[in-house]
């Protein structure tokens, strides 16, 4: 017998993130603000999953589709199966395994898991230099840590959704406007893996 729908919100609980840097703006060299992306890993996700629907009434399959790694994940709902899934990206580390991993983590999502902080996505944050290391901080210039960080960026987004644009005005780009994309491309493969906060 499989798990019960009504103890599939427990999948929904909120994970302690961990972040990483995307970019440093507008250059590595004396930021004022960084791209971040709150994250868990694929051990988090099985765990959950073992957690509240127990390790038998849940399975994984993989496959590739047009060139792509899919996973899907199947939870025993009563008596059926059902199944959700989502393709993921290589990483720069290590393309085949970063791509499971990725697929993991999006089938995941579908599910409740981590769900909050993938619709967060990218968030550009203030920063300042700290013992070497550039760190997030609030408007007023405090270093973040934890839980601090998730709120400034669940802040930022909700100002950003508030926000009316002028259609008369024409968008700018702040940063590597006259870059080519495969230019950027290398870039970012040069300047990988980039600093993991805790």
Same mark, same amino acid.
């Given at each position: 017998?499989?798990?019960? $729908?009504?103890?599939?919100? #427990? ?8 972040? %990483? ?10 930021? /004022?603000?960084?791209?971040? =992306? ?9 765990? #959950?999953?073992? !957690?509240?629907? $127990?390790?038998?009434?849940? !399975? ?9 790694q899919f996973c899907k994940i199947g939870i025993k709902i009563g008596d059926e199966w059902i199944w959700k899934g989502d393709s993921g990206t290589e990483t720069f580390a290590d393309p085949s395994k970063g791509e499971t991993s990725d697929s993991v983590k999006r089938a995941a999502v579908h599910w409740g898991i981590n769900k909050e902080a993938y619709?967060?996505?990218?968030? /550009? ?5 700290? +013992? ?15 839980? !601090?960080?998730?709120?400034?960026? @669940? #802040? ?12 008369? =005005?024409?968008? #700018?780009?702040?940063? +590597?406007? /006259? ?5 950027? @491309? !290398?870039? %970012? ?10």
């Amino acid at each position: 017998m499989g798990v019960e $729908r009504n103890q599939l919100y #427990r999948l929904k609980e909120p994970f302690k993130l961990k972040w %990483r840097v995307k970019s440093l703006l507008p250059d590595n060299v004396n930021p /004022t603000h960084m791209v971040i =992306v709150g994250y868990i890993d694929a051990r988090q996700v099985y765990e #959950r999953l073992d !957690q509240v629907v $127990r390790p038998e009434n849940w !399975q994984e399959d993989y496959f590739e589709c047009k060139g792509k790694q899919f996973c899907k994940i199947g939870i025993k709902i009563g008596d059926e199966w059902i199944w959700k899934g989502d393709s993921g990206t290589e990483t720069f580390a290590d393309p085949s395994k970063g791509e499971t991993s990725d697929s993991v983590k999006r089938a995941a999502v579908h599910w409740g898991i981590n769900k909050e902080a993938y619709e967060l996505g990218e968030i /550009t944050i203030k920063c300042k230099m700290d +013992n070497g290391y550039p760190a997030p901080c609030d408007e007023a210039g405090n270093i973040l840590k934890g839980d !601090q960080i998730l709120a400034e960026c @669940k #802040r930022i987004a909700s100002s950003k959704s508030e926000l009316i644009f002028d259609k008369n =005005v024409l968008p #700018r780009t702040i940063y +590597n406007a /006259t870059v080519k994309p495969e230019e950027k @491309k !290398q870039r %970012r493969k040069k300047s990988e893996p980039k600093i993991i906060m805790p």
